[in-house]
T-cell receptor, first 112, second 113 residues
């Protein structure tokens, strides 16, 4: 069976510091991978998605970037965090096609 | 791109009553419509989904209906229970767009015992 791992679960970072959140999927090959952000009490906003190694599409211009160095690894990064980057970040994966997305447990990021 | 609107934003129901959440979408090419339930501080989890070739789907106390012409779909929860209290999200996607899910803003459902 497939599993998705996302870490860390919580993170407190000062403004201006870098960020690296990692997500890995096990038990499948060539998954679609996604990064979503959820602001407090709000919906899920798609940040990046990837259909293959090195293929990244950005949905919203912002202070973040994503990379997919391996088939089942998806990394969310920032060089300098802003206060507005605070939120609940969720990694997800899906099979190619119109099937459900499976979410990781999420990372609660607080920028102070 | 796709835009999904969800109503209401909050819904309070008495235990045993029904709850209905409605969503509209803008992209007529969208062909997959899942509903997710998110409990406080946890990840969203799929509860039911429907594809564009089906008008209605039911799973025990949960049902979803889809009107492609009007571009709206709804979640129906019957005989609500306190454990149904959570935030519910609708979403839409189309296969040709990398299965990117566009989510509605969410509905906070409170079931009062």
């Amino acid at each position: 069976s497939q599993t998705i791992h996302q870490w860390p679960a919580t993170l407190v970072q000062p403004v201006g510091s870098p960020l690296s959140l990692e997500c890995t999927v096990e038990g499948t090959s060539n998954p679609n991978l996604y990064w979503y952000r959820q602001a407090a009490g709000r919906g899920l906003q798609l940040l990046f998605y990837s259909v293959g190694i090195g293929q990244i599409s950005s949905e919203v211009p912002q202070n973040l970037s994503a990379s997919r160095p391996q088939d089942r690894q998806f990394i969310l990064s920032s060089k300098k965090l802003l206060l507005s980057d605070s939120g609940f970040y969720l990694c997800a994966w899906s099979f190619t096609g119109d099937t459900e997305a499976f979410f990781g447990q999420g990372t609660r990021l607080t920028v102070v | 791109g796709e835009n999904v609107e969800q109503h209401p934003s909050t819904l309070s129901v008495q235990e045993g009553d029904s709850a209905v959440i409605k969503c509209t979408y803008s992209d007529s090419a969208s062909n997959y419509f899942p509903w997710y339930k998110q409990e406080l501080g946890k990840r969203p989890q799929l509860i039911i989904d429907i594809r564009s070739n089906v008008g209605e789907k039911k799973d025990q106390r949960i049902a979803v209906t889809l009107n492609k012409t009007a571009k709206h779909f709804s979640l129906h929860i019957t005989e609500t229970q306190p454990e149904d209290s959570a935030v519910y999200f609708c979403a839409a996607s189309r296969t040709a767009a990398g299965n990117k899910l566009t989510f509605g803003g969410g509905t906070r459902v409170l079931v009062k015992p």
